[in-house]
């Protein structure tokens, strides 16, 4: 279950609604190993976040698959990332490196039909790096913020 602390790192509201981005919605897929850690001392440090992104909580980023990111884009995100553990330390086995993988896929296909492939992004941590957490958040928020909403027929 998300601690109130996470939920804060993810809902932050100062910086987006001072952007005039806050209609923007943007799913951050987390393990729980690491990404997920790296959130919540976010959250207890009280560090502002753009409120753009929701967190979804994953035990690992290797459970995450294309139509979990594409899902996302056609039910309403504007852009996805995964954050995972480093290289050579997902807590089960190659996760992080199968995400790493399928990211790359969604991103050429989305590129094959006409969509940005920086919508979707992936990016590890250690459990303790919270300031990369927090530089992977808003630099999402910021390619997001750049790029037109993603239209829906
Ligand atoms: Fe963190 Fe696999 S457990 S990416």
């Given at each position: 279950m998300p601690s109130a602390a996470t939920a804060r790192a993810a809902r932050v509201t100062d910086d987006a609604e001072a952007d005039g981005d806050d209609e923007r919605t943007i799913i951050g897929f987390f393990c729980r190993e690491c990404a997920y850690a790296a959130a919540d001392a976010t959250g207890n440090a009280r560090i502002p976040l753009p409120a753009t992104v929701r967190s979804v909580l994953v035990p690992?980023?290797?459970?995450?698959?294309p139509l979990h990111v594409l899902s996302a884009l056609a039910e309403g995100a504007d852009g996805v990332f995964l954050a995972g553990c480093l290289e050579g330390q997902c807590h089960h086995r190659e996760g992080n490196l199968s995400a790493i993988d399928r990211v790359a896929f969604v991103q050429r296909l989305l590129a094959s039909v006409g969509?940005?492939?920086?919508?979707v992004q992936m990016f590890t941590m250690s459990a303790a790096d919270s300031p990369r957490f927090v530089a992977a958040t808003r630099q999402m928020h910021a390619t997001i913020s750049g790029l037109p909403r993603l239209g829906r027929r």
């Open positions: 690992c980023t290797g459970r995450v698959g969509v940005e492939p920086e919508r």
